[in-house]
């Protein structure tokens, strides 16, 4: 059974810093890229960030550029999103995901992706 599994979520006041991990099981990923997305409420689910099978590519929304950034260690199956400079907009539920087969570039919309984990929430108060 495949799982994404998202962890490192919390309450931290603006300016701080948060870095969200998601643990693959199930099938290696090595290959595949990842992606991590957020979605407040009321809104859409949003594109944060994207790394390639080899981490030489990473993609990230404008609004998170220079703040975030996105890693991989496909030894240890596992995906991290680091986060600085929070601000009271990046206040969503972040989910991890992982394309269904290889790719040499990583989706930036969530239809480009077919593994999903259960989210993890993080909030930022002013």
């Known amino acids: 059974q495949v799982q994404l599994v998202e962890s490192g979520g919390g309450l931290v006041q603006a300016g701080n810093s948060l870095r969200l991990s998601c643990a693959t099981s199930g099938r290696t990923f090595s290959s595949h890229a990842m992606g991590w997305f957020r979605q407040a409420i009321g809104k859409e689910r949003e594109f944060v960030a994207a790394i390639n099978w080899s981490s030489r590519l990473t993609y990230y929304a404008d609004s998170v550029k220079g703040r975030f950034t996105i890693s991989r260690d496909n030894a240890r199956n596992m995906v991290y999103l680091q986060m600085n400079s929070l601000k009271p907009e990046d206040t969503a539920v972040y989910y991890c995901?992982?394309?269904?087969?290889?790719?040499?570039?990583?989706?930036?919309?969530?239809?480009?992706?077919?593994?999903w984990g259960q989210g993890t929430q993080v909030t930022v108060s002013s």
């Open positions: 995901a992982a394309g269904a087969e290889p790719t040499l570039t990583p989706g930036l919309t969530p239809p480009e992706y077919y593994y």
